[in-house]
């Protein structure tokens, strides 16, 4: 762990492998166990005068930091760490950036993670084996694991209640439906082309995917497990966050780099915003009122896209009543993990070829508004390397 950022950058040796149904626009390739070697390369900028949300620190040396997710009580981050034998996912202190422990999935490393309603048990999730494991939050060990009996398993989502938990299947084409507390799966629903981001309703009628293969919206109805496509834009739908309250669900567009608004009550869709290059994890405030959002910045021209593009990534706070950008970070390369705490005073999130997490406090909503949009209007000018 590292308190003030260094010139020193995490780079992977990879393999890389086909996927049958990759597209051009794929989000990320089977890759083998990286190889860390450091060397000095240039940093993004980490405050700018007029930005509002303060950098605290650094931790590096996270191969892949693929999720991240706070705890209940905001103590700890749980870091997923893609493809990685040795350690599937790593916990650190909140507020320190020390490490508490990693945590070693068999056979292979940690893509997703989300917590139990009540906190205590953390679900992972492992796209080599299609397995989900839950893991006791408190002593850190792993006490079930999950089939999801399909290929390549990524987003999670519970029921409203806590008892079932679903799983996308990016090579599956499918969610997997597990009883929690049976540990066994329910039964496997077809879904569009390379399913990523999922939302189960709060009244249990219905699950929202997100369609990646040709940026289509989902809804499947639950009592009968039959899907309809409401909305298909032809670009790569990847994240959902949901605010039930005001009947909104969002859809981050990595083909389109747009973000998509979808109204519950009659299932119309409009662009809430357009973002940078390749938005992918978002996530709204406790309160609802700031969408954050993780934008993995251009493309390497090779088409590999393990090998660090033209721009840095980053990081964008819109305004969920108006749309406006209330403040930007200027991130490392590719940001992906994205969660804030549940007092929304914190903000993690990592730089996935970077093996780098960063931790940001976030000002109040209030002082967000009346900030003139931070650094918003200045800091494409530092994108590029």
């Excluded at 940690?110 to 906190?119: K, L, M, Y």
């Excluded at 997997?176 to 569009?192: C, Q, Y």
């Amino acid at each position: 762990m590292k308190r003030i950022s260094t010139a020193f950058v995490i780079l992977f040796g990879i393999l890389i492998f086909i996927i049958p149904q990759e597209e051009e626009l794929a989000e990320e390739e089977i890759q083998a166990e990286p190889l860390i070697t450091a060397q000095a390369v240039k940093q993004p900028y980490l405050n700018l005068a007029e930005q509002l949300v303060n950098y605290l620190f650094d931790v590096d040396g996270i191969p892949s930091p693929k999720g991240a997710a706070f705890t209940l009580d905001g103590r700890e981050i749980w870091i997923t760490s893609l493809l990685n034998e040795s350690r599937g996912v790593v916990v650190l202190n909140s507020f320190t950036g020390e490490k508490i422990k990693d945590i070693n999935l068999a056979d292979g490393g940690g893509v997703e993670i989300i917590f139990s309603h009540d906190g205590t048990k953390a679900y992972v999730s492992q796209m080599e084996t299609g397995k989900v494991f839950e893991i006791d939050a408190g002593s850190k060990n792993i006490l079930r694991i999950f089939d999801s009996q399909s290929a390549w398993t990524k987003v999670l989502a519970l029921s409203p209640e806590g008892e079932t938990l679903f799983a996308s299947n990016w090579s599956g084409d499918d969610v997997s439906e597990i009883d929690i507390e049976k540990g066994e799966l329910r039964r496997r629903i077809a879904t569009v082309d390379t399913p990523r981001g999922l939302y189960a309703t709060q009244d249990g009628s219905a699950l929202y995917v997100a369609g990646f293969a040709k940026g289509e919206i989902e809804k499947i109805n639950l009592k009968t497990g039959v899907g309809e496509v409401i909305f298909e834009s032809g670009g790569a739908m990847r994240h959902i966050a949901a605010d039930e309250e005001r009947g909104l669900l969002y859809f981050s567009d990595m083909g389109k780099a747009i973000i998509w608004k979808v109204f519950l009550e009659s299932d119309k869709t409009e662009k809430f915003t357009d973002t940078d290059y390749n938005p992918n994890t978002i996530v709204l405030s406790p309160d609802k009122k700031i969408l954050f959002v993780s934008c993995r910045g251009i493309n390497n021209p090779s088409g590999n896209y393990y090998i660090p593009g033209p721009e840095w990534g980053s990081v964008l706070l819109f305004n969920t009543e108006t749309a406006e950008m209330l403040d930007a970070i200027i991130a490392g390369n590719q940001p992906v993990a994205l969660d804030i705490s549940p007092d929304g005073k914190f903000l993690v999130f990592s730089d996935f070829l970077d093996g780098r997490l960063k931790v940001y406090e976030i000002p109040s909503y209030e002082e967000l508004k009346k900030g003139n949009g931070g650094i918003s209007k200045v800091y494409r000018n530092y994108l590029k390397k």
